[in-house]
């Protein structure tokens, strides 16, 4: 049996934080190789030395997990008001210059 730097056990289904980086997940998987204990996480699919994990509670947990989700969301909000302000830069520049532009390579020809 796994056990994390306090002595509780790491079993598959357990929650647990890698204190080098604060990565959260949920084991997936255990196993032991050259009487290193490892452990999977399903958030990152890495293998981290059990020495280093520990378990969190469940409301620890899910308090990262909705930390997390908020951030992606963010973080996809961004990317899609970037994408947004591209796409309009881009409408623009073809109003500017007319859609006739000619983007071939022949027009940026290196000399030589």
Not at 10 to 36: F, P, S
Not at 83 to 102: A, H, P, S
Request: proline letters at 1%.
């Amino acid at each position: 049996m796994e056990i994390d730097f306090r002595g509780n056990n790491i079993v598959k289904g357990a929650h647990v934080r890698y204190t080098g980086t604060g990565t959260a997940g949920e084991v997936i998987n255990v196993r032991e190789d050259q009487k290193v204990k490892w452990a999977q996480m399903d958030s990152t699919k890495l293998w981290y030395n059990v020495r280093f994990l520990e378990v969190m509670a469940p409301e620890e947990y899910q308090k990262v997990k909705r930390r997390e989700t908020l951030r992606e969301k963010v973080s996809t909000d961004e990317t899609t008001e970037k994408d947004e302000i591209t796409r309009k830069t881009v409408e623009n520049l073809k109003k500017k210059f007319g859609e006739d532009v000619d983007m071939s390579n022949e027009l940026c020809d290196g000399g030589g």
